[in-house]
């Protein structure tokens, strides 16, 4: 009997341990998979981007902020939009902060008027950095055409070409 119970045993621990390995090649293959997604160029490409524009976006947020909003104030008498506001209630309130102290549900449309212009001001600002940048940047080499448009058909065709593989007819050049 005992016989019998050390062989189910030897069996239970043989399947055990086979299923342990197949685990642990699946694991090891689903890290060479990972290793070889995280490492594609595409991937390093967007950390760095991710990077390199968490960086940029306060060099935006203080031009912005430091330059245009304090020359834009000049130009609108330091107009606030962020205290225009409307009370549901129905009563006037002297500023948002009181009506927000008495509880009043307001409608803050000065803060998003407020949001709209920054976004606006912001966009625009980056649309001249990124023209600045594109103009520093080298013209690129065209490459040599491989192709060239029959004179009759207008299909691709091999630039070397004497006749034309769709129409038939003759190039001359």
Not at 78 to 103: C, M, T
Not at 104 to 119: D, M, P, Q, T
Not at 125 to 147: G, M, S
Not at 149 to 166: G, L
Request: aromatic share 10%; charged share 25%.
């Amino acid at each position: 009997m005992k016989l019998h119970n050390s062989k189910k045993i030897e069996k239970k621990l043989k399947k055990q341990e086979e299923a342990i390995q197949k685990n642990m090649k699946e694991g090891i293959s689903m890290l060479k998979e990972f290793k070889k997604f995280a490492l594609r160029g595409n991937m390093i490409d967007l950390a760095v981007g991710i990077i390199v524009g968490g960086a940029f976006n306060s060099i935006v947020n203080s031009l912005v902020n430091d330059i245009v909003m304090p020359l834009l104030g000049v130009f609108t008498k330091n107009i606030n939009f962020s205290d225009w506001f409307f009370a549901l209630d129905g009563k006037h309130y002297a500023s948002l902060k009181v009506a927000e102290d008495e509880g009043a549900a307001v409608i803050k449309y000065g803060l998003f008027l407020s949001n709209i212009l920054n976004f606006i001001i912001m966009a625009f600002v980056v649309f001249l950095i990124v023209k600045w940048i594109n103009k520093l940047k080298r013209p690129t080499e065209q490459a040599t055409p491989t192709t060239k448009k029959c004179k009759y058909c207008y299909s691709d065709i091999n630039i070397k070409a004497t006749k034309c593989p769709h129409c038939t007819a003759d190039q001359d050049s």
